[in-house]
């Protein structure tokens, strides 16, 4: 902590004039600091002195720090250093943050370090080519080829002398010690706890577990999580087409895939797509292309609302003071469409709702909108009420179309949704703004036709049938 | 795999008939399989069949599958067993779980299970009344007692007894071993792994490593999730008042929380306070209830709409078409408010934004905003002037607007979850539609007032100033 607050307090100039008068000690400094923290401490620092530190420390001191910058400050950071020294840094890591670092280099410094490390560290290189293999966000390139494994003739006196070359020069957390054969096929697996628990002459073979849960290399992130998270593992296996044995994902891992796809879906909601980046480092244009195409696309479809109050003009003359209430109404169908779909999106995406379930669905939001759309009605009642020029007729107009528009609103907004997984798009894209902009227009609908049978002789009056 | 389906065929009258001919081979059957899968098998069944199963197993092999059902078939299985048999499964599972399984039963008979525990099992009626007095959603609540210790005096060998003695009644997976001296302060911890690398007669002293992050009891969950994510924690140590050691909260309850935590934010987004249980599990009226609020306070909020547009009555009837447009414009405003506020809300809490940023994220947020609506603003023109006997003045009037309207969206959305958070409400309470309520009433002012300049003769043509 003493340590922490002391970094914190040096800047720019003085950090250099230390690293040149006492280099020793800012090394001794960041040694008593979690690698998060300093982590933290240097993307407060512009990036040329971020790097005349990291310049200073042994590169496996480094490492475990720069593993846990942000992209930006990644690629920022390395460009300082240059291949050379990016490359003893990478060779340091886990294979999935050496992967996960490399990509957010710029594609040329990208090659250049793992060129370098071809010839520095052959097979954390080669370590990076099997990983890239495998597309983004799929359970090959979140793995980890950093395992522990023994064959199955082994003892536990070699298994845990696995462990101890291991993690000499790693330090993420070993769970389990993988038994595999001669063909790299999985035979079962040992937990350090068993290990701990058993006599050191014991064969593994006695004691290895059998291995119910593996994924495939392919299988997207988002499944591997929740797989991970229903069985509560800590790790699990990734086999290949024959059943080879290929790496492992860890929890930690998993971890940063859920907040990842909670942003997405998140973003997705607010129609938004995705961003790649922290909203600071996204750039200006990103963020234009990244929020222009869904403005733009809810914008045209709403066009459909001006279409459709055009093609009633004659009724919505006839009547005075409906345009006024025209957004307040339709305003009740965005909202409630805004909940429905909410509630059957996360329902979809947690599980706890699903496809067979739509027509239970269905009615549920159907009775539920007739409820809310009946207090929500009365509301709008005794707001027409209050002035003293509007009519009853119109007033009970404004309530039966509320019940309507809400019941519209309910319905659309659950069942697109589950027509988007349907045809199997992501029912977040369905934002709620869009089934906003379809609801609107069928608010407009159902207003304009409640008026007509409600006001029929006012209409017919005015002339208009 | 092949146990999971020979279960998943049996149906009532089926299992009921196996029970009494041959209970051993149902037994048999349900040891294949992973307790999750059973949980999930009985979850489909009726819950006097899911009962009579249950009651046929020993309560060790009961508690892993009754901890993993829903609260829902946890309470309804759980009244078809009665408080002592629900008392012996109760007491096989680990302190944490055991809490939240009491919690689940109706008051009468968790008050039952609690009285039949504190005569079985004293030691584990105990644990629940100390997390019990923790809130709910604390780091206390959360955290379960049932961790491995040592004295300081300790060695690796004592340390592996104490795990021995551990893992015979209890399946979490041991992380480490904690060194607490006779007051009950932690004076560091030993990971297993390291256990495992020592001489069995080295003491623990010589080993353990400092432990530099640990939470207090009242601590937010949430907070206790977001600690652990970013330090790779798999274990916390949870420290009273005085330093003393309560017990610990591991990596698989924080999952848990971030997928609570997430549903919470989606559905505060989409203006549904928060549910506590499944969709199809939460009553009609509950929904009704969490719904209901908050549509009927937007509705509120949008009833300005009508006052605005009747306010300018004499500019909006002087204006041909004028009012056919304001729902067009005014979904501008509101769709870039819910991406202003996704973004900002989303960026709060994952920490990229923080409230010290507020001018800058303003600027951003103002500037896009006039890029944004020049795009959208080109599309409102062309709109307009397709149709033949919409004037220029008019057109310019509608893409001024629609300017002025996503500016105002993308600033207010960005701001109202600053100032909520500022207040110290969740800035997702300021959830999207609220702001589209706002923004809404704005969009109107600002197309008045940009008609009533840019089409300033022919309002005095008509008479209108």
């Known amino acids: 902590m003493v340590a922490a607050m002391r970094l914190a307090t040096l800047v720019g100039p003085e950090l250099k004039q230390l690293l040149r008068e006492d280099p020793e000690s800012v090394r001794d400094l960041l040694d008593e600091i979690h690698p998060e923290d300093v982590a933290d401490f240097l993307s407060e620092l512009e990036p040329e002195d971020a790097a005349l530190l990291m310049r200073e420390l042994p590169a496996e001191d480094a490492a475990p ?9 990644q690629e920022e950071i390395a460009e300082q250093l240059g291949a050379e020294k990016v490359a003893a840094l990478a060779s340091e890591m886990e294979a999935d943050d050496r992967v996960d670092f490399i990509e957010a280099l710029s594609d040329e410094l990208g090659e250049q370090v793992l060129e370098t490390l071809s010839r520095v560290d052959p097979e954390a290189a080669e370590e990076v080519r099997e990983i890239q293999k495998y597309p983004e966000k799929s359970a090959g390139h979140l793995m980890t080829t950093g395992y522990v494994s023994v064959a199955p003739t082994a003892t536990v006196a070699d ?15 070993v769970y ?20 701990l ?33 229903k069985y509560d593992l800590n790790a699990v296996p990734v086999l290949g087409d024959e059943g080879e044995f290929l790496g492992i994902i860890t929890i930690d891992d998993v971890i940063d895939v859920l907040t990842e796809e909670q942003n997405e879906d998140v973003q997705r909601l607010g129609a938004v797509e995705p961003l790649d980046l922290p ?24 066009f459909f609302t001006q279409t459709a109050l055009r093609h009633y003009e004659e009724i919505t003359e006839a ?45 549920r939001e159907a009775v539920m909108g007739v409820v809310l759309g009946a207090g929500i009605g009365l509301l709008a009642v005794g707001r027409v009420l209050m002035y003293p020029d509007q009519d009853l007729r119109f007033a009970i107009t404004v309530g039966i179309s509320v019940v309507g528009i809400v019941v519209t609103g ?4 659950a069942m697109l949704p589950m027509i988007m997984r349907r045809i199997g798009a992501d029912p977040a894209t369905s934002s709620t703004p869009f089934i906003a902009s379809l609801v609107d227009v069928l608010g407009i609908i159902v207003f304009v036709q409640v ?12 002339g208009v049938h």
């Open 65 to 73: 720090i720069f593993e846990r910058l942000g992209e930006v400050e």
């Open 159 to 173: 298994a845990i002398h696995a462990i101890r070359v291991h993690t000499e020069d790693a330090n993420e957390t």
């Open 176 to 195: 389990a010690v993988y038994v595999l054969d001669s063909a790299e096929k999985l035979q079962g697996l040992v937990p350090v706890t068993e290990l």
């Open 197 to 229: 628990l058993a006599e050191r002459t014991t064969p593994v073979a006695s004691i290895k577990l059998d291995v119910d849960r593996t994924v495939h290399p392919l299988e997207d992130q988002e499944d591997v999580a929740k797989l991970m998270s």
């Open 279 to 302: 909203y600071f480092q996204t750039s200006f244009v990103e963020f234009i292309r990244k929020r222009g195409f869904w403005l733009a696309a809810l914008f045209i479809g709403e």
């Open 319 to 363: 009547v005075r003071g409906m345009l006024y209430y025209v957004p307040l109404l339709i305003s009740a169908g965005g909202n409630s469409g805004s909940q429905s779909s909410t509630l059957v999106i996360r329902g979809l995406a947690v599980g706890e709702i699903s496809l067979s379930d739509w027509w239970r669905v269905l009615a």
């Open 410 to 413: 309910c319905t659309v907004g």
């Open 451 to 462: 008026a007509r049978v409600v006001m029929a002789e006012a209409l017919a009056a005015a």
